[in-house]
């Protein structure tokens, strides 16, 4: 079940609840709020890993997950869960709680940031609060990946035997957070990166590692514009 008439200028979400009823408000709440073109709305499934797949295979960019999972029907997992397995694919990835267990989702998730109450007062004018969050959140993301991608490009355009030891480690280390905002359970160590570079000299493989680097970042961008 999902989406709205899509907007592809507008930021896509996906909102997690095994309630129909709650999933409808959300959709009607969200598209009201003008911050997104696409809404997907998403039902639990029964291994925490088919739903944390199925989320990986929509350009999302943000996730809102309800904390309770189980009030229509048992669920092994909550949407503390799904954050942070969702998480461990998509570093930063901006992701976002909603409950009406506030002190409950808080003590689960690692970030209490991430947890907004159902329980919002009229002058909140019930969620609007987290829906401009949401909107600012995704903005700072993108423009955090943007200026990872610029530098790192700006970097790899030096000529190889041209590059200093401090411009090398901070291409490893952009590669990394580029690495961990696509795929962080794919993403190859730092130390192993390192050892990659100085096994033939000092840093005799660079070009040869930042290549597959600048394939993520082409993906990465296509997936930011489209």
């Given at each position: 079940?999902?989406?709205?008439?899509?907007?592809?200028?507008?930021?896509?979400?996906?909102?997690?609840?095994?309630?129909?009823?709650?999933?409808?408000?959300?959709?009607?709440?969200a598209?009201?709020?003008?911050?997104?073109?696409?809404?997907?709305?998403?039902?639990?499934?029964?291994?925490?890993d088919?739903?944390?797949?199925?989320?990986?295979?929509?350009?999302?960019?943000?996730l809102?997950?309800?904390?309770?999972?189980?009030?229509?029907?048992?669920?092994a997992?909550?949407?503390?869960?799904?954050?942070?397995?969702?998480?461990?694919?998509?570093?930063?990835?901006?992701?976002?709680?909603?409950?009406?267990?506030?002190?409950?989702?808080?003590?689960?998730?690692s970030?209490?940031?991430?947890?907004?109450?159902?329980?919002?007062?009229?002058?909140?004018?019930?969620?609007?609060?987290?829906?401009?969050?949401?909107?600012?959140?995704?903005?700072?993301?993108?423009?955090?990946?943007?200026?990872?991608?610029?530098?790192?490009?700006?970097?790899?355009?030096?000529?190889?035997?041209?590059?200093?030891?401090?411009?090398?480690?901070?291409?490893?280390?952009?590669?990394?957070?580029?690495?961990?905002?696509?795929?962080?359970?794919?993403?190859?160590?730092?130390?192993f990166?390192?050892?990659?570079?100085?096994?033939?000299?000092?840093?005799?493989?660079q070009?040869?590692?930042?290549?597959?680097?600048?394939?993520?970042?082409?993906a990465?961008?296509?997936?930011?514009?489209?």
């Amino acid at each position: 079940m999902s989406d709205s008439a899509i907007h592809h200028d507008l930021p896509t979400i996906a909102y997690v609840d095994e309630s129909e009823d709650e999933q409808a408000y959300f959709y009607g709440d969200a598209l009201d709020s003008g911050f997104f073109g696409q809404i997907h709305l998403i039902s639990p499934e029964e291994d925490l890993d088919r739903l944390i797949a199925k989320l990986a295979d929509l350009q999302i960019d943000a996730l809102v997950s309800d904390f309770n999972l189980s009030d229509d029907r048992p669920n092994a997992y909550n949407g503390a869960d799904v954050v942070e397995a969702f998480l461990v694919q998509r570093r930063n990835f901006p992701c976002f709680i909603r409950t009406s267990f506030d002190q409950d989702a808080m003590g689960s998730s690692s970030d209490v940031n991430r947890v907004y109450s159902k329980n919002a007062t009229e002058e909140q004018a019930v969620g609007r609060d987290l829906f401009k969050r949401i909107s600012i959140q995704i903005e700072h993301y993108r423009a955090q990946i943007e200026a990872w991608s610029e530098e790192y490009d700006a970097l790899l355009a030096l000529p190889a035997g041209e590059r200093s030891a401090l411009q090398i480690e901070r291409l490893i280390l952009l590669d990394d957070a580029l690495e961990q905002a696509v795929a962080a359970d794919q993403a190859l160590a730092l130390t192993f990166k390192r050892e990659l570079l100085n096994r033939d000299g000092l840093f005799g493989k660079q070009d040869e590692l930042f290549a597959q680097a600048e394939q993520l970042i082409a993906a990465m961008k296509d997936t930011l514009e489209n």
